[in-house]
């Protein structure tokens, strides 16, 4: 099949190697325009873009598919390729409904949840925070709504109870290019099931917002702990940001008053009813590490008051 692809993060990467190196001809890629970044401002391009010109593949970067004159010569590019198929992962951008008709076998989206579950654009870090215990990555068409097309090919996964969103996407995203491979085969098999999303079981991951890492000590150490795997918690110690990038639940610790260190050794802390044992952190000013080292450099109280 002659195909395009669309996708912009890393997490994307997975899938554009799947097609690059199967025998189906990848006609274009579309991904995001390069942002500055750094303190000179260098433009960067997208991980995507970076892979397809590691395999030699034309890329496109339209500002905006729906209009202006970008969308419209992203549509004339499109209409030459004639493209049997367009897979999209995480582009980053809504496809207009005359982009989603376009190919003979319309347009696929690889989705990191086990639809009608966590629609959306933050699913992998809802399932976290939400104590979810199993995952996945579906397949589907692509129609005008929200990740609402008809499922195509479901793989699932078991959440580990310490396991974080970057640990969590890393794998998603190896899952996604496995996901897309099966459903490239059943579509040149004529082997395709598609099934209907039952909408009342469906629901939304909306966009993380940064007050969301603010840690309430009051919680309880399940929704501590969930929050520290799903966005990355902070809080204060001694009048400075303490960012948290891991945790676990302890169930040997004494419970104490909440928002106090409980076990100063391994830097233990009370919430609303439990403790949390943070197990990596980067104190303002400071690099990230695992607590013990962070511990050989830093002192800690029982009873010493976070946040």
């Not at 912009?8 to 025998?23: I, K, N, Q, Y």
Request: some cysteine.
């Amino acid at each position: 099949m002659k195909i395009v692809f669309m996708g912009t993060p890393d997490f994307a990467v997975p899938c554009l190697r799947t097609l690059a190196e199967s025998s189906h001809e990848v006609a274009a890629v579309f991904t995001q325009p390069d942002k500055p970044k750094g303190r000179g401002y260098k433009m960067i391009p997208t991980p995507v873009k970076a892979a397809a010109e590691e395999y030699g593949l034309p890329v496109y970067q339209p500002l905006s598919l729906r209009k202006g004159e970008d969308a419209e010569e992203a549509m004339n590019i499109l209409k030459d390729i004639a493209p049997d198929l367009i897979v999209v992962t995480a582009y980053g951008q809504i496809l207009p409904k005359e982009i989603l008709e376009l190919p003979k076998h319309g347009c696929i989206n690889i989705h990191a949840s086990l639809l009608p579950k966590y629609r959306g654009a933050a699913p992998i870090n809802w399932v976290i925070l939400n104590g979810e215990t199993k995952t996945g990555v579906t397949s589907m068409q692509m129609s005008e709504g929200l990740d609402t097309g008809d499922m195509l090919i479901k793989k699932s996964t078991d959440i580990g109870k310490n396991e974080t969103y970057q640990e969590l996407y890393a794998r998603l995203s190896a899952m996604g290019g496995e996901v897309l491979a099966e459903t490239l085969d059943a579509i040149e098999n004529g082997t395709l099931s598609p099934e209907k999303q039952d909408d009342s079981l469906s629901c939304y991951s909306p966009m993380i917002r940064k007050e969301m890492s603010a840690l309430d000590f009051t919680w309880s150490a399940e929704k501590v702990h969930n929050t520290i795997r799903g966005v990355t918690g902070f809080t204060m110690l001694g009048g400075k940001r303490l960012k948290v990038f891991a945790s676990e639940i302890s169930d040997n610790i004494a419970h104490g008053e909440a928002g106090t260190i409980a076990d100063p050794k391994c830097f233990a802390v009370n919430c609303g009813d439990g403790v949390v044992v943070f197990r990596e952190v980067q104190l303002e000013g400071s690099k990230r590490m695992k607590t013990e080292d962070f511990l050989r450099g830093k002192k800690l109280e029982k009873g010493e008051k976070l946040g």
